[in-house]
């Protein structure tokens, strides 16, 4: 896992959007409990609703500096890392990829400061995340960024086993920042990056990262 200092850190609720409504729901359900039902229906609730709290983070995040660097786009821990075939741009490819457990903060972001080229949805399964397969088998959204280089790379985010909703909030022809929040994914999942051959990685498989603040590499 590797950072570097940060000239800022960027701004944004302590709790991702996405989680406003579901912590509602079991803030109330745990009031409802507290008052009708009793005490060990109200715990159930109330464990629920701290469940729902830590899933729906979103910490500040202090993004790196560093030129000519990735950094990660999601939270949990590098399972691959090898040369593969890129689907998206049809190439030989450094695959990197992050798996999300439930308990991850689920907020993606930018790898690096670039244009969106493209966006892709595929309609897929929602096999366990963790498996090599579930790259081409599951649902999954990419999105093609070019950075000022003239350099493309591709992230996606993938569902899981339990995850059965994909959020991504750009569209081609947006300009993303590095580390900024382009989507969510709920309830564990993965994200792939398929980079070009001559990017340097700085992790191996094993590596825990955190999105938008550990380096993975550089060119």
Sequence with gaps: MNTSTSKHIDKHPLLAREGW???????????????????AIFLVFFLIALFVLQF?????????????????????K?????EVNDPYLDRTALKISVFMNVFSVHSNRS??????????HSPGLFVNAALDKASEANERNAIV???????????VQVAGLIA??????????????????????RFGSRVDLFLPTDFKTRVAVGDNVSSGKDILGGF
């Design 21 to 39: 409504f579901y912590l509602f729901l079991a803030a109330l359900a745990a009031v409802v409990a507290y008052f009708w039902l009793g005490s």
């Design 56 to 76: 729906f983070r979103d910490p500040h995040r202090p993004i790196p500096q560093e030129e000519n660097v990735i950094v990660s786009p999601a939270d949990g």
């Design 78 to 82: 590098v399972i691959f890392v090898g």
């Design 111 to 120: 790898p690096l400061t670039g244009q969106v080229k493209a966006v892709e």
């Design 145 to 155: 960024l070019e950075d000022e280089a003239g350099r493309e790379i591709v992230s």
């Design 164 to 185: 059965r909703r994909i959020l991504c909030y750009v569209k081609p022809g947006d300009t993303l920042e590095r580390g900024q929040r382009y989507g969510f994914i």
